[in-house]
C-alpha cells in the first residue's frame, strides 16, 4: 500500500490531499445516468437505484452500495457458511455487470433479487456498520491518548499477578488499560525467567524472533545492540528492522544493584496527533514515503542482516486512523527511497515529529523493580532508557499481536 501512496506523492501537485479524503465540503451524490425507481420518502430509509450501484440513506448515513458487492457478501445459506464464518460464494463467478431484479427495503431489511432469482437480505443496521460510510466513522480501536500528565492524573491500575493469571475479570482489565493506553503493568510477580514467561503465555504466543524465544540480558555487550550496555537509550520502538516489527514487548527487570536506569515511556500516537493538527503536511510526509531499517551483526555466534521496510507512520485509508509508528533513529538505514526534492520535506516533517516526542511533558519515567512486569505496545508507545551504573538483569520477550487482540476479542473487548 505504501508503494501506491509513495508513486501517488511523485504524481502530486501543491496542495496535496489524502487522497482518499473527500475533496469538498460534503460527500458528492452521483447524477443517474437514467432514469431508476426510487423508494417511497421515509424519515428512517430512502433508496434511489443507479445504473451501477444501490444509494442508500438509513439514519443520517448515506451508502452508495456497488452491485458486485452486494452480491458478492450475500449471507444466505448457499452463500455464507454461518458455522464457519467463511463465504461459500465463488467471487469469480458473479458477474461484474450484475444488477438487481427487484429491490425492496422494510423497516428494517433490504432485499434484492438476482437475475437468477436468487434473493439477498441484508439487515440495514449490518449495511450501517459494514459499508464504507460507515466504517469511516468508527475507530478500529479506542485509545486515550495521553502524556505524562494525563497518564499520571488517570491513576492507571496494575494488576495482580494472581488476579492476571486465575480470572477472566482480571485479564480483562488488564487487556482494557493496554488497549487504551499501550501500557499495562502486572505487580507481584515472581523476579524470574520461567514466572515471567508464565505471566506473557496468560495472553499470548510468544514470538520467537533472532533474539529467541525468552531473552535474557546485562549490560555485557553480548550481542551488537545498545540495549546490551549501560548506556542511555533514546525513545524508539523495537525490531524497527523486520517487515513487520514486533507487536508487543514484555520487560521484568529481576535484579538492579546500582543506580539510574529508569525506564522512559513516550506516547508515540500522541506525538503523531498534534504533529497531524499543527501541520498537517508533515503527517502525510511520514504516511506516505518508505524507510529501510537494518541491524546488521556479527558478534560470537550471532550473524544476522535484517531489513525491514515501511513508513513512520502506517494508518487505515478509509479513517485515516494510525495504527503503527515505525521510529528508531538508531537502526534506520540510508534514506534512499525517494528523489531530492522530497528529501527535505521529509526531514523537516521528522524533526517535527522528534521535537514532539522529545517533548519533556510526553515523557513518562518509570523505574521497573523486580516483581513489576512492564507490557508495552510497540506499534504505538516508544520505550528508552536512562544510563545505570551497577548489576541489571532483565529478561522479557515479544509476543504476537494478533494473539493479544484475539485474547481480548475473545473477552469481549473492541481490539
Not at 211 to 227: L, V
Not at 350 to 375: I, S
Amino acid at each position: 500500500m505504501w508503494c501506491q501512496r509513495l508513486a501517488w506523492l511523485l504524481r502530486g501537485s501543491p496542495g496535496r490531499r489524502w487522497p482518499w479524503l473527500p475533496r469538498g465540503p460534503g460527500p458528492i451524490l452521483a447524477a443517474p445516468a437514467r432514469c431508476h425507481p426510487t423508494a417511497p420518502p421515509s424519515p428512517l430509509c430512502a433508496w434511489h437505484l443507479h445504473p451501477d450501484h444501490l444509494e442508500l440513506r438509513y439514519g443520517s448515513t448515506v451508502m452508495r452500495l456497488d452491485f458486485v458487492w452486494l452480491r458478492d457478501h450475500c449471507r444466505s445459506a448457499s452463500c455464507y457458511n454461518a458455522k464457519t464464518k467463511q463465504r461459500s460464494l465463488d467471487t469469480a463467478s458473479v458477474d461484474l455487470a450484475i444488477q438487481p431484479q427487484a429491490v425492496r427495503v422494510d423497516e428494517a431489511t433490504l432485499f434484492l433479487t438476482w437475475p437468477d432469482g436468487h434473493v439477498t437480505r441484508y439487515g440495514l443496521e449490518w449495511l450501517a456498520r459494514n459499508s464504507y460510510e460507515g466504517q469511516k466513522q468508527q475507530v478500529m480501536h479506542p485509545r486515550i491518548l495521553w502524556n505524562a500528565e494525563i497518564y499520571q492524573q488517570a491513576q492507571v491500575p496494575s494488576i495482580d499477578c494472581r488476579s492476571f493469571l486465575e480470572t477472566d475479570e482480571g485479564l480483562k482489565e488488564f487487556l482494557q488499560n493496554f488497549l487504551l493506553y499501550g501500557i499495562a503493568f502486572v505487580e507481584n510477580v515472581t523476579p524470574t525467567k520461567e514466572d515471567t514467561e508464565i505471566l506473557a503465555k496468560r495472553i499470548s504466543i510468544i514470538r520467537e524472533t533472532i533474539y529467541g524465544r525468552m531473552w535474557y540480558f546485562t549490560s555485557d555487550f553480548s550481542r551488537g545492540d545498545t540495549a546490551y550496555t549501560k548506556l542511555a537509550l533514546d525513545r524508539h520502538t523495537d525490531t524497527t528492522y523486520f517487515q513487520e516489527p514486533c507487536g508487543i514487548q514484555v520487560f521484568h527487570c529481576l535484579k538492579h544493584e546500582g543506580t539510574g536506569g529508569r525506564t522512559l515511556l513516550v506516547d508515540g500516537f500522541h506525538a503523531a496527533e498534534r504533529v497531524l493538527r499543527q501541520a498537517p503536511e508533515h503527517f502525510e510526509l511520514l504516511a506516505k514515503v518508505p524507510l529501510k531499517h537494518e541491524y546488521v551483526e556479527n558478534m560470537g555466534g550471532c550473524h544476522n542482516h535484517m531489513i525491514g521496510v515501511g513508513p513512520v507512520l502506517n494508518v487505515y485509508p478509509w479513517n485515516n486512523e494510525l495504527y503503527l509508528i515505525r521510529y528508531n533513529n538508531y537502526d534506520r538505514a540510508v534514506f534512499n527511497t525517494v528523489p531530492h526534492d522530497v528529501v527535505r520535506r521529509w526531514y523537516r516533517a521528522h524533526r517535527a515529529l522528534t521535537a514532539e516526542l522529545r517533548r519533556p511533558d510526553n515523557e513518562l519515567w518509570v523505574k521497573l523493580k523486580p516483581g513489576k512486569v512492564l507490557f508495552v505496545d510497540n506499534w504505538r508507545v516508544l520505550h528508552g532508557r536512562e544510563a545505570f551504573t551497577g548489576y541489571r538483569q532483565l529478561c522479557g520477550c515479544y509476543l504476537t499481536r494478533d494473539d493479544v487482540l484475539n485474547t481480548a476479542r475473545l473477552l469481549g473487548l473492541q481490539a
